[in-house]
């Protein structure tokens, strides 16, 4: 089983900036999907970002397109989200994830993650 810890959240305004760092430990990593997720008050969870562990490879949701950006550093196993131009909507617990798999077209569903981070705050006031 893999071990997440997200770090990086907080409380920024409107149009501000925030990186999310995951850093993953235990098990093998080797051509897995790794993905950020969020999820508001009385919200489902829902898909943010996910990338190949080459990093040659990226899905967005539409809400965060152009303005965030996943990017991965093998050698630490260490995942990142950089989210610019920060919205009140963007405001949710974030949570990193890892799949057994490599990236596939099935990234942006939830249950295709099989170990998950404890989360991370992004509070965005307006």
């Known amino acids: 089983q893999v071990q997440l810890v997200e770090s990086g959240g907080g409380l920024v305004q409107a149009g501000g900036s925030l990186r999310l760092s995951c850093a993953a430990s235990r098990g093998s990593f080797s051509s897995r999907a790794m993905g950020w997720f969020r999820q508001a008050p009385e919200k489902e969870r829902e898909f943010v970002a996910a990338?190949?562990?080459?990093?040659?490879?990226?899905y967005y949701a539409d809400s965060v397109k152009g303005r965030f950006t996943i990017s991965i550093d093998s050698a630490k196993k260490s995942v990142y989200l950089q989210m610019n131009s920060l919205k009140p909507e963007d405001t949710a617990v974030y949570y990193c994830?890892?799949?057994?798999?490599?990236?596939?077209?099935?990234?942006?569903?939830?249950?295709?993650?099989?170990?998950w981070g404890q989360g991370t705050q992004v509070t965005v006031s307006s």
């Open positions: 994830a890892a799949d057994l798999l490599p990236l596939t077209h099935t990234a942006r569903d939830v249950v295709e993650y099989d170990d």
């Open positions: 990338i190949s562990w080459s990093g040659r490879d990226t």
